[in-house]
Structure formats: structure tokens, C-alpha cells
């Protein structure tokens, strides 16, 4: 018997209390609509991006804060709501997610300028932030161990893996045939629906440390913050530019202040011991740098089609198919049969060499390419490779968590994906710029801009072989206690397809 299924199997003789079907379906269905729908609004709005700066006059240099104000404030903030829930109850703080989420959905759709929207944005990824956490925990604590769970934990990283593709999807049908503005409303019926189910759910363990870390929020969500302003702002001021330096000293320094507080604090934001096994770090590492290379990623190809090839918001949004089917069987079959058929490490590193296969495919693209020989397929190599790291990585990175810290584990996982997209956003958006101005010299306009776009998409690739690195020297069998918030066995046998 493997690992997996001596984990499986234990798991399942100890559930006591088994909850009725009904109840644990309208459960399912709660979590990952919540969860579908915070991580499709980082990126709905990418195919909305030129017609959002039409209506609302938006500078070109600005323009990537709509995406970025929303990844900033979810992943800064979400260390911290993750404590919050674990120490003042999941579902109080997870209804409250969810309401500021659908507010802020409603007031950013009718935000009459440039500025406002951003505003409701960041307010948005708040509730994001807020919300986020308690889905994981409170789905380890609603669903026993075993099949019920495994199913759970297959859907919620199925969803988590297709909704960032789908917004891509989702946006260019909205704004062709509604208006930009409805990729905001629609999220507000979804969120009411949502709302009316919580009580499906059950609570969990509290928490056995009581305190937040303040100090550790701040130093935290500042030190990201500054981050990734520094490298937004060098595309148009450059690396000596006042600002940039201040910001990146600032962000050293607030970050070191975040690590220093973490080993030295009683009270840490991240528990020791969710750090203490070296394949969670690393898959959290690779979390960051997936996200990084996969949001700039289609924000490259969002450009590409509407900028050079000439395609609609519609056509642009349908041509994200091919991604999102690769996603969906990736989700469903390739990520859990990855791990049923090979270690950890290996299938995880087989799911980057996927994903940088597929992106290295788009490096190749011309102001010419068949969009039938060349992006589409290159679009589903990439869903595989993508679809399969979200499940795999997600396995590892909650694996032996107790229950009572679950909302931090699935927090870390989050935060580093939304900060790595809004890295992404900002750094290679800067690589593309700036490949196009010294291209632009000598090529077409649509040859340059292509050329900075391939640029981008050759180091979301180094991004992935870094992350193959880090999986081959941090992820080693997983030998410590199995903790309530299951293990990678849970992903492998209940994969996103069973929970049809």
C-alpha cells in the first residue's frame, strides 16, 4: 500500500459524526464558488483592460494598477486575515469577506472615473484577502477525511487552477456583449447565493494562539507593497529613479523587519511549524513563481491579440479556450495522476517542464503567427502544464497542516500567488517595454511590440525551470504527522473530476 492511500485510508477510520449528503453538497458548492470567484477576478478584468481605458480615460502607465490594486491588497493582506479567521471564527470573517468582496464589485462596476475604479479595486481584494483563508479551513473542517475531503480539496484546486483562466474567457464575452462594468456586477447575485449557504459549513478548531501579529502584518503587507510600486514605476522612470531606489531600500528593509518579527515574535503570523516541513516551503516558492510568469503571461497575449492581431474583446476571450480546457484536464486527471503515478517531486517538476514547454512555444509568435498552428496550441501545452502545478503545488503546500492552522497554510499559498501575479504584471510588463522602445527603432510597430511580448514570454519560462530547481532540492517525502488539513493524497484520489 502507498503512502497515499495509508493516508487515505487511517484518514477515513477516524471521521465519528458523519455529516448527511445534502448538507456536504451545499458545502462544496459554497467554498467553490467563493473561491472561483476571488481568483477570476484577477483576471477578468486583463481582456476588459482596453475598453476600461476608453471609457474612463486611463493612462497607458496606469492602466496595469486596475489588475495590480487587486493582486497587491489580496496577497499583502492575506497572511494576516488568515490569522484573523483562525483566532476570531472562519465563518464570522469569511461572511465579512464575502460582503465587502460584492460591495466593492458594486460600487468599482459603477465607478464613474479612472481613479475610483482602482480605489474600489484594492477594496475589493480586501474582501478577497478576508474571505480567502476561511475556505480552506472551513472546508477541512465541514468535510471527514476520505473521499468526502478528497473531492472537496480536487474541486477547490480544480477552481482555483480554471477560474484565473475562465476570467480571461468570461471577460471578453461580458464586455462584448454587456459592458465592461458587468465584469464587476456579475460577481455581485454570485456572492448573495453564496452568502445564503454559509451555515452548511462548520466552524473548526480555534486556533492555539489567541494574538495577531501586528507587527508582522504591517512589516509585511508594506515591504510587498513597495515591492512591487518600485517595479511597476520602472518602466517609465527607470532603475535610478528616486522613487524606485527608496522603495526597493524601503521594501528590504520591511521585509527583513517581516522575517525578523516571524523568529523572533511570540506570537508569529506564520506558525513555525507551517514552515517547519521544507517541501511546503517549496512548493509556496514555486507558487510565487508560477504566478509570476503566468499573469504576465496573459497579459502579453491579451495584448497581442487585441493590439496585433486586431481581435475583439469576444474573439479574444474565446481564443483563451484552448487554456482553459488544458486547465480543466489538468485539474481533473493530469495533476492527480502525476502524483498517483510518481513522487512529489517529480510531478510537480513534470508540471513546470509542461507549463515552460507551452510558454516557450509563445516566445516564438509573430505579428503573423496562424493563430491555429501557433496559439492554440501552444495555449493548451501551457492549461496542462499550469492546471497540473496548481493542483500538485496546492497538495504539498497544505500537507500535514493541523486543522486549527489551516486558514494561514491555504493564506500563504494565496499570498504568494497574488503578490507573484502583481510581480509578474509589474516586472515583465517592464521587460516588454523596454524591448519594444529599443525594437521599435529598427522594426515595425507590431514587430516591436511582439518582440517585447516574446521577451516577456522567455522569462516567464526561466521563472518555470527556476521553479523545477526549487521542487528538485526542497520537495522530499512527507515524514511528519498528517495534520486534519489532509495531504496530497486527498488531491490524488478525489481529483476535480469526481466531484461532478
Not at 133 to 159: I, Q
Amino acid at each position: 500500500m502507498s503512502q497515499y492511500e495509508e493516508a487515505t485510508t487511517g484518514g477515513s477510520a477516524a471521521v465519528a459524526d458523519p455529516v448527511p449528503n445534502r448538507r456536504l453538497g451545499v458545502a462544496t458548492w459554497v467554498i467553490a464558488f467563493a473561491r472561483f470567484l476571488v481568483v477570476l477576478d484577477g483576471t477578468i478584468m486583463i481582456v476588459a483592460l482596453p475598453s476600461i481605458q476608453s471609457s474612463l480615460k486611463i493612462s497607458p502607465a496606469h492602466l496595469n494598477w486596475v489588475i495590480n490594486a487587486y493582486s497587491l491588497t489580496f496577497g499583502g493582506l492575506m497572511l494576516v486575515a488568515g490569522r484573523v479567521g483562525d483566532v476570531h471564527g472562519r465563518k464570522r470573517v469569511f461572511r465579512v469577506g464575502l460582503v465587502l468582496f460584492g460591495a466593492a464589485s458594486l460600487l468599482g462596476g459603477l465607478a464613474p472615473t479612472g481613479g475610483t475604479l482602482i480605489a474600489f479595486r484594492a477594496v475589493q481584494g480586501i474582501g478577497a484577502a478576508i474571505a480567502t483563508p476561511g475556505a480552506l479551513s472551513l472546508l477541512v473542517a465541514t468535510f471527514p477525511e476520505g473521499k468526502p475531503r478528497a473531492r472537496a480539496l480536487g474541486l477547490y484546486g480544480g477552481m482555483t487552477g480554471l477560474a484565473s483562466v475562465m476570467g480571461l474567457v468570461l471577460g471578453g464575452v461580458l464586455t462584448t456583449y454587456a459592458s465592461w462594468r458587468w465584469v464587476l456586477l456579475v460577481n455581485v447575485p454570485v456572492i448573495i447565493g453564496v452568502l445564503l449557504g454559509v451555515n452548511a459549513l462548520d466552524e473548526g478548531e480555534p486556533a492555539e494562539q489567541g494574538r495577531i501579529d501586528v507587527p508582522g502584518a504591517v512589516t509585511a503587507t508594506l515591504g510587498a507593497g513597495s515591492l512591487v510600486y518600485a517595479v511597476d514605476r520602472v518602466g517609465d522612470h527607470g532603475w535610478s529613479d528616486a522613487t524606485v531606489v527608496g522603495c526597493l531600500i524601503a521594501s528590504a528593509v520591511l521585509l527583513a523587519a517581516f522575517a525578523a518579527v516571524q523568529r523572533t515574535g511570540r506570537a508569529p503570523m506564520i506558525p513555525r511549524e507551517v514552515v517547519a516541513d521544507r517541501g511546503r516551503v517549496g512548493a509556496n516558492i514555486v507558487t510565487l513563481l508560477m504566478s509570476t510568469g503566468s499573469f504576465a503571461t496573459y497579459f502579453f497575449l491579451t495584448l497581442y491579440m487585441q493590439e496585433v492581431l486586431g481581435y475583439s474583446a469576444l474573439r479574444t476571450g474565446l481564443t483563451y479556450l484552448p487554456l482553459a480546457v488544458g486547465f480543466g484536464i489538468a485539474a481533473g486527471g493530469v495533476g492527480p495522476q502525476l502524483l498517483a503515478r510518481t513522487s512529489e517531486k517529480a510531478a510537480l517538476s513534470l508540471a513546470l517542464a509542461l507549463a515552460a514547454a507551452g510558454t516557450a512555444w509563445f516566445a516564438f509568435l509573430t505579428a503573423h503567427s496562424s493563430v491555429y498552428m501557433m496559439l492554440m496550441p501552444a495555449s493548451l501545452v501551457t492549461g496542462l502544464g499550469l492546471g497540473a502545478t496548481v493542483v500538485v503545488s496546492t497538495g504539498i503546500g497544505v500537507r500535514g497542516i493541523d486543522g486549527s492552522e489551516a486558514g494561514i497554510g491555504s493564506a500563504l499559498l494565496t499570498a504568494g500567488s497574488q503578490i507573484g501575479g502583481a510581480l509578474g504584471l509589474a516586472g515583465l510588463a517592464t521587460v516588454a517595454v523596454t524591448t519594444t522602445r529599443h525594437a521599435a527603432k529598427g522594426t515595425a510597430p507590431s514587430d516591436a511590440l511582439v518582440h517585447g511580448y516574446s521577451a516577456g514570454f522567455k522569462v516567464a519560462v526561466g521563472l518555470y525551470l527556476l521553479g523545477i530547481v526549487v521542487s528538485l532540492i526542497t520537495v522530499t517525502p512527507f515524514t511528519g504527522s498528517r495534520g486534519s488539513a489532509g495531504a496530497t493524497a486527498e488531491v490524488t484520489e478525489g481529483g476535480a473530476g469526481d466531484l461532478a
